[in-house]
Structures are given as structure tokens and as C-alpha cells.
């Protein structure tokens, strides 16, 4: 599974940590992912899609109808 947001986009952010002796190694940020299984009517179907807390709130928003929609327009497939 790729550390992606299936509705909002999200990657993971890339930078460094820096220490009390100020030595920087490198870290990345990972989004708050979470795989979660919608029923869409319309496909008369569950589906599972991997999606942020910032992607749940934006499904609770708009509706399920409308993000699927959303995801097929660009070209992914559920």
C-alpha cells in the first residue's frame, strides 16, 4: 500500500530532524492513513480505499457519491 490518499492526494513530507547537537538526519512525515470500506450505491458495491483523517472528513462532507466520482474523473481505478 502506497502512502497516499486516495481522495485528498496526501504524500508523505520529507526534511530533517535535527538533534540538541544540531547533527540532521533525515525523517519523513507520514500521512495519517487509514483503509476504509464505503458502500457506493450507485455501484451497487463496497469499496476499500485508502484515505487520510483530512479524506474521511472530506467523504462525511461531500458524500461518498461524489468523491468516487471524483477518483473515477481522474482515472483511478476502485
Known amino acids: 500500500m502506497s502512502a497516499r490518499c486516495q481522495v485528498t492526494g496526501a504524500r508523505p513530507?520529507?526534511?530533517?530532524?535535527?538533534?540538541?547537537?544540531?547533527?540532521?538526519?533525515?525523517?519523513?512525515?507520514?500521512?495519517?492513513?487509514?483503509?476504509?470500506?464505503y458502500y457506493v450505491p450507485s455501484l451497487g458495491r463496497t469499496?476499500?480505499?485508502?484515505?487520510?483523517?483530512?479524506g474521511i472528513k472530506t467523504i462525511d462532507r461531500q458524500g461518498i457519491e461524489s468523491v468516487v466520482a471524483q477518483i473515477r474523473a481522474r482515472g483511478e481505478r476502485i
Open 13 to 37: 513530507g520529507f526534511g530533517k530532524s535535527v538533534s540538541h547537537s544540531h547533527r540532521r538526519t533525515s525523517r519523513r512525515w507520514d500521512p495519517n492513513l487509514q483503509a476504509r470500506k
Open 47 to 54: 469499496v476499500t480505499l485508502t484515505v487520510s483523517a483530512r
